[in-house]
Nanobody, 115 residues
Framework: QVQLVESGGGLVQAGGSLRLSCAASGRMFSINAMGWYRQAPGKQRELVAGIIGGGITNYADSVKGRFTLSVDNVKKMVYLQMNTLKPEDTAVYYC?????????WGQGTQVTVSS
């Protein structure tokens, strides 16, 4: 049994910062991959930041230099630090984990950036 719960979303002005958290529950060993996706109204869900293998990270071009993904293996937490937020970052953000060939998703947390 694996469950993911996101938190940390909210309303912030352009240029501000937010840190999203994803709490993973359940016994897991050697997670294959984890990351953050987002989906804005009328658009498809897209990868924002991901980490695989021995800590190899990948970021969408639109967030490089502004967002940072980090993992706390002891607490089973995945974080997304978002700096210099732009109105274009407004979306529902989802935590994702791939484990033993199965894909798990959180319920999402809303991030709204005002201009």
């Amino acid at each position: 049994q694996v469950q993911l719960v996101e938190s940390g979303g909210g309303l912030v002005q352009a240029g501000g910062s937010l840190r999203l958290s994803c709490a993973a529950s359940g016994r897991m060993f050697s997670i294959n991959a984890m990351g953050w996706y987002r989906q804005a109204p009328g658009k498809q869900r897209e990868l924002v930041a991901g980490i695989i293998g021995g800590g190899i990270t990948n970021y969408a071009d639109s967030v490089k230099g502004r967002f940072t993904l980090s993992v706390d293996n002891v607490k089973k937490m995945v974080y997304l630090q978002m700096n210099t937020l732009k109105p274009e970052d407004t979306a529902v953000y989802y935590c994702n984990i791939v484990y033993l060939g199965h894909v798990y998703w959180g319920q999402g947390t809303q991030v709204t950036v005002s201009s």
